[in-house]
T-cell receptor, first 110, second 114 residues
Framework: GQQLNQSPQSMFIQEGEDVSMNCTSSSIFNTWLWYKQDPGEGPVLLIALYKAGELTSNGRLTAQFGITRKDSFLNISASIPSDVGIYFCAGTNTGNQFYFGTGTSLTVIP | DTAVSQTPKYLVTQMGNDKSIKCEQNLGHDTMYWYKQDSKKFLKIMFSYNNKELIINETVPNRFSPKSPDKAHLNLHINSLELGDSAVYFC?????????????FGPGTRLLVL
C-alpha cells in the first residue's frame, strides 16, 4: 500500500523552540489528518483538514492542507516536554482507506 | 467512556498457537480497521470493515481472519502464530457518512510470539 513521506524523520529540540514537519504524497487527498503517538499508546487524532489551503489550529498546534492536495504541514509553537512522541500524518479520499506517513519522532530537551 | 477499546493489551504466546484480539467501539462509527505497527513504527493497514462487510484486505496471510459480529465489534483471530507476527496491533474506527472522515485508534495490543 501507499506510504506517505514525512520529514524530518526525527527531531531533537530545546524546550520553547518551534517545530515544523511536513508530509508529502504522490497522489492527492481530500482529507489530511495529523496524529500523535505517545510511547506505549495508540495514535491520538490532533487535527483534521478537509479543504485545500485550509489552516487549522489546536492550541499550540497549527496544520495546513497544501494547495496541491499532495502535502500537509504541522507546526508546534513553544514546545514543551510533553510534546515528545511520534507524529504521523494520514491522508484519505474515501474514508475507507487511510494512508499513513512514516512518522516524525520528536524529542524535547528541557 | 472509552471510545475504541481492545483486549488484551499484552499477549505473549508460543509459536504455532492460535489467538484472538477483540475490539469494540462505542462511537457509533460504521467503519472499523486493523493496523499492524512494526518495530520501526510503520503503521500498515490490514483490514477494513464497513457495516460488518469486508472492504479492504491488504496482502495479509490467510492465517489472519477478521470477524465482525456487529458494526461495533471487529475481532482479529490469528492461526499458527509465527515469530514475525510479533508487533503492536491497533484497532481503529471512523465515520464517513454524513460528514468528513476522521479516525480514532484503540490503545493497541502488544503481541510477542516466542
Amino acid at each position: 500500500g501507499q506510504q506517505l513521506n514525512q520529514s524530518p524523520q526525527s527531531m531533537f529540540i530545546q524546550e520553547g523552540e518551534d517545530v515544523s514537519m511536513n508530509c508529502t504524497s504522490s497522489s492527492i487527498f481530500n482529507t489530511w489528518l495529523w496524529y500523535k503517538q505517545d510511547p506505549g499508546e495508540g495514535p491520538v487524532l490532533l487535527i483534521a483538514l478537509y479543504k485545500a489551503g485550509e489552516l487549522t489550529s489546536n492550541g499550540r498546534l497549527t496544520a495546513q492542507f497544501g494547495i496541491t492536495r499532495k502535502d500537509s504541514f504541522l507546526n508546534i509553537s513553544a514546545s514543551i516536554p510533553s510534546d515528545v512522541g511520534i507524529y504521523f500524518c494520514a491522508g484519505t479520499n474515501t474514508g475507507n482507506q487511510f494512508y499513513f506517513g512514516t512518522g516524525t519522532s520528536l524529542t524535547v530537551i528541557p | 467512556d472509552t471510545a475504541v477499546s481492545q483486549t488484551p493489551k499484552y499477549l505473549v504466546t508460543q509459536m504455532g498457537n492460535d489467538k484472538s484480539i477483540k475490539c469494540e467501539q462505542n462511537l457509533g462509527h460504521d467503519t472499523m480497521y486493523w493496523y499492524k505497527q512494526d518495530s520501526k513504527k510503520f503503521l500498515k493497514i490490514m483490514f477494513s470493515y464497513n457495516n460488518k462487510e469486508l472492504i479492504i484486505n491488504e496482502t495479509v496471510p490467510n492465517r489472519f481472519s477478521p470477524k465482525s459480529p456487529d458494526k461495533a465489534h471487529l475481532n482479529l483471530h490469528i492461526n499458527s502464530l509465527e515469530l514475525g507476527d510479533s508487533a503492536v496491533y491497533f484497532c481503529a474506527s471512523s465515520q464517513r457518512v454524513r460528514g468528513p472522515e476522521t479516525q480514532y485508534f484503540g490503545p493497541g495490543t502488544r503481541l510477542l510470539v516466542l
